[in-house]
C-alpha cells in the first residue's frame, strides 16, 4: 500500500550511460510511455503509478475487476502518500527525475547507494557469483571480461564460437556472436564497447535448450528464493516472452533434462551468495539468468549464473500473472509484440472463469497501442 511503482525498462542503458540527465533511444522511450501500467500486475492494493498520460486512468478503472486491487494514478494530490518507491530499477537518472517530480529524496536510495547498484548490475557479477558457485561444488560456464582487443582476438581465436556481451545492457541486446558478423565488424563493435563501457564479457557459446531463471526477492539484507521464470529469446538473445503455468509445470520444463537436486543445490547457495553480495544495497526482486544447455558429450547441464538482474524483471510479472490472473491449470504465453506482427488468432477476446481468472484468449497488459503490445494469451 501506498508504494509508488515506476516502468523504466531503459534503466540497463542509464546504467552503462551513468548520467543524472539521460535521454533513452526512441524505442526505449516508447516502451516507457506505452509499458506505463504494466507494474499493475505486480503492485498491490492502494499503490500508486507514475504515468504521464492521464487516460491510463481509465484503464486502471476498466481492468479493476481483472486486477482485484485499487490502484491510482500518480498526480500531485497523491504523492505525499507515498510511503516506498520501487522504479524497474534503480540509476542516478531515475533518481534524479523522480526528485524533479516531488519525490522526497529520503524514499530513495542515495548517490553512493546507486553507485553500487550500478556496480551490481555490471555482468562482472556474474564472474562473482560463478566463481562462489563453482567454490560451493557447482558447474559453472565461467564468462572472462576483457578490456583489451588483442586479449579479446586471441579469445576468439581459442574457441569456435563466443558470445560478447556489452557490461550494462538489458533484453539480450548488446549481445553479439561471434559467428554471426565477420572479424572486423565484431572487433570494431567490441571495441567501441570498450571504449564507452571499459570492457566486455566473454564466454564460449553453449547449446542453448531451455532459457530460465531464479527469482529472488531482496529485504532487510537477505536474498529469499520467490520462484523460475522460462522464457523465450529470438536467436540474437532478444527477449520475446514467458510461459505462465504453475511453479511445477516451470520446475518440469527444467528437470526433464536435469535432477531436481540439481536445482535445489542452486538455489540454496543463489540465496546465501546474493544476501553476502547484495546485502542491504538494494530492496526488491532481482533475477539470475540461466540456461539448460548440451556439453560437448551429450550430456544436459545448467549454466547457473548467465547474468544477474538487479531489478524487477519480465519473468516476475509472469510469475505474478501466473499466481493471480490466469486460471489454475492454464498454460499462458506473455509476450511483447508489436501491432503489425500480431495475427488474428493472438488477439482472439479474453474468457474468464467465474473468478474472474482468464482461461482462454488474450488479454492486453497494456493500454492499447499503435505501435506494439505486452499481452497474456491462454489456451484452454
Known sequence: MDTLWIFNPENDIALGNNLRRFTPPRNAMLLRERGAML???????????????????????????????????LTTENIGRVKCV??????????????????????MPDAETVERIRFLSHRRSSVIINRRLKDAGIDVSMPVEIS????????????????????????????????????SALLRHAEGTIKSQGSVLVEPRLDKIVDFAMLFE????????VGLSVFETLSGGNYTGNIIASKQYLSAIITQYVAPSCLERIRQSLESILTDLIGNTYTGICGIDMMVY????????????????????????????????????IIGRMAVNYIGNCTAKCMHAPEF???????NGTLSLIPGGSDFTIFLSANQ
Request: aromatic share 8%; charged share 20%.
Open 39 to 73: 507494474p499493475a500486475w505486480i503492485a498491490g492494493d492502494g499503490d500508486i503509478i507514475c504515468t504521464s498520460n492521464p487516460t491510463d486512468a481509465k484503464w486502471l478503472r476498466d481492468m479493476a475487476p481483472i486486477l482485484k486491487k485499487d490502484i491510482e494514478i
Open 86 to 107: 520501487r522504479p524497474w530499477g534503480w540509476s542516478h537518472a531515475i533518481a534524479d527525475s523522480l526528485q524533479r517530480t516531488g519525490v522526497p529524496v529520503g524514499l
Open 148 to 183: 583489451d582487443t588483442a586479449l579479446l582476438t586471441e579469445y576468439i581465436g581459442r574457441h569456435k564460437s563466443v558470445v560478447i556481451k556489452s557490461p550494462w545492457s538489458s533484453s539480450g541486446r548488446g549481445v553479439i556472436y561471434s559467428d554471426r558478423m565477420n572479424a
Open 218 to 225: 531482496i529485504s532487510k539484507g537477505n536474498a529469499s528464493y
Open 294 to 329: 548440451k556439453d560437448s558429450t551429450d550430456c544436459y547441464r545448467i549454466a547457473p549464473c548467465i547474468e544477474l538482474n538487479l531489478r524487477y524483471t519480465m519473468g516476475y510479472v509472469a510469475h505474478c500473472l501466473a499466481r493471480n490472473i490466469i486460471a489454475p491449470g
Open 353 to 359: 472463469n467465474s473468478d474472474n481468472r482468464l482461461i
